[in-house]
């Protein structure tokens, strides 16, 4: 079976709560899934893992506080990620408009300039549709998983 590793962004816990459901759910499927709460680079340097960004937006379409030292990390260092697969879950309010998942979009361009991979399109939740993201995560990751 497949090692994950979900990078996480959570202001009030609802990506966290999605990222753990995803845990569970692999883990029961065999797949071994490690979450990161607070990521750092060295957590995707010493592993060739699939990479899922699980992250909610806030502000005007920015990375909440624990993904932002990682973000900058990855974009300061720039660790060459050749072809590694990821995916991005984002987490977001369209009410806000042109910002809305935002911070999805941001993790997708830093890690395309790390020369890893995207698998499937971005998950974009919208908070004004959908009560209990992981109800749509986890249809998602498991197609996500065939991509891979």
């Not at 753990?20 to 592993?47: F, M």
């Amino acid at each position: 079976m497949t090692s994950i590793r979900i990078l996480v962004g959570s202001v009030y816990g609802g990506a966290l709560l999605t990222a753990r459901a995803i845990k569970e759910a692999l883990e029961h499927e065999g797949h071994r899934v490690t979450v990161l709460e607070n990521p750092e680079l060295d957590d995707i340097t010493s592993n060739n893992d699939p990479l899922l960004v699980c992250t909610s937006t806030t502000g005007q379409g920015e990375l909440p506080a624990n993904l932002l030292p990682f973000y900058l990390a990855l974009r300061e260092q720039l660790p060459q990620q050749p072809g590694r697969p990821f995916g991005i879950i984002v987490l977001g309010d369209s009410s806000y408009g042109d910002t809305f998942c935002g911070a999805g979009d941001l993790m997708e361009e830093a890690l395309y300039e790390t020369a890893a991979r995207k698998a499937g399109n971005t998950l974009r939740i919208d908070a004004l549709e959908t009560m209990e993201p992981e109800s749509e995560a986890l249809p998602w990751v498991r197609s996500w998983l065939d991509e891979i």
